[in-house]
């Protein structure tokens, strides 16, 4: 899983397959689409479901902060900017389809979990489609990476071949990082410190160490999605021996980690204001982590999995707001 943000249907459950669409479309009738609408519509919705746009807020969180310390530090750049965002939510969108076609064929995705639906386990479209999917999105990803590279030099090819790296190792490859317990520490790496990191950078051309702290909240917080995910998906994935963190804590275990990676998102802008001489204006962001209380009750209290599909898009959107109010903060 990559981390999920808000929304919580994941797309029209029990609708008709792609290859239905594409081998029943005729002339349009009167007044109706034109030839060939019949084929895209269920290949556009099935892109749609596949990419889990839901999920580009978490993603995006990071790089918003990135920008937001550069704006501290009267170093923003919009360029950089924009296609550090272009590049983090190209990665999200390819690791997402990595995720939905490796999880397919490993035997995790099955007809008894309750998470959102993945296009390749419910047959709307098959595993090569989705596969070139993903590594279209990951070779988009490198146009804004190469504008990056001219402006940053070479720490930023490094580090974009480590994210993509990194996103088809999380559920693909020998040694599947999810499969043995390390999505959180990969989640907590790429989408906190080093998409905080790498965006502050590539607009200042300098290291800050409060983008370690700032880059610690977002990767605590957006690991948090993962924590409610995996924890609606314990049963389903010990029966695929899957080992995630959550089948080797338990639901005990895991709900004690949801509540202390918020309060870790909690504590960084007052430590930030306190030790760093962020504004006081950076505390808005405690905002969005009371924006995930409902998640919180959630977690703590579900009686049945589906319950967390809603903590799930709870969680995400707090991410969102997190990221988004931590930036405005440290720019005003």
């Known amino acids: 899983m990559t981390p999920g943000a808000s929304g919580a249907g994941g797309g029209p459950a029990g609708g008709s397959p792609a290859g239905a669409g594409e081998r029943g479309s005729g002339p349009a009738g009167p007044g109706g689409s034109a030839p060939g609408e019949g084929i895209r519509r269920p290949v556009l919705r099935a892109w749609l479901i596949g990419a889990r746009l839901h999920t580009l ?9 990135g920008g937001g310390l550069a704006g501290w530090r009267d170093g923003f750049a919009l360029w950089p900017f924009l296609a550090a965002l272009a590049g983090a939510l190209l990665i999200q ?7 939905d076609l490796h999880d397919f064929e490993r035997g995790a995705d099955t007809d008894e979990r309750h998470g959102f639906v993945r296009v390749t386990q419910a047959g709307l479209v098959p595993p090569g489609r989705v596969r070139r999917w993903m590594w279209a999105a990951f070779a988009l990803a490198f146009v804004p990476g190469a504008y ?6 070479w720490p930023v090819v490094a580090v974009g071949l480590a994210s993509v790296a990194a996103g088809l190792a999380y559920t693909g490859g020998p040694f599947p990082l999810a499969y043995h317990g390390l999505g959180e520490p990969f989640v ?8 905080v990191v790498v965006t502050a950078y590539v607009q200042t051309l300098a290291f800050d160490s409060s983008s370690i702290l700032a880059g610690a909240g977002v990767g605590a917080f957006t690991t948090a999605i993962l924590v409610v995910n995996n924890l609606r998906d314990i049963p389903t994935d010990e029966r695929a021996g899957k080992r995630t963190l959550a089948v080797r804590l338990g639901e005990d275990g895991s709900r004690t980690e949801y509540v202390l990676l918020l309060a870790a ?3 960084v802008p007052p430590v930030g204001v ?10 808005l962001a405690l905002a969005g982590v009371l924006a995930a209380a409902p998640a919180v009750s959630k977690v703590l209290r579900f009686e ?3 319950e967390l599909n809603a903590a799930l898009s709870e969680t995400g959107r707090a991410v969102g707001l997190y990221g988004l109010l931590l930036a405005v903060g440290l720019a005003l």
């Open 188 to 195: 907590f790496l790429f989408f906190g410190l080093v998409a």
């Open 93 to 99: 969108i390819a690791t997402n389809f990595a995720n």
């Open 265 to 267: 998102a909690a504590a």
């Open 57 to 65: 807020p978490a993603a995006a969180a990071p790089v918003l902060v």
């Open 274 to 283: 306190a030790a760093a001489g962020w504004p006081p204006a950076a505390l």
């Open 304 to 306: 049945e999995r589906g």
């Open 148 to 153: 990056l590279a001219r402006v940053a030099g």
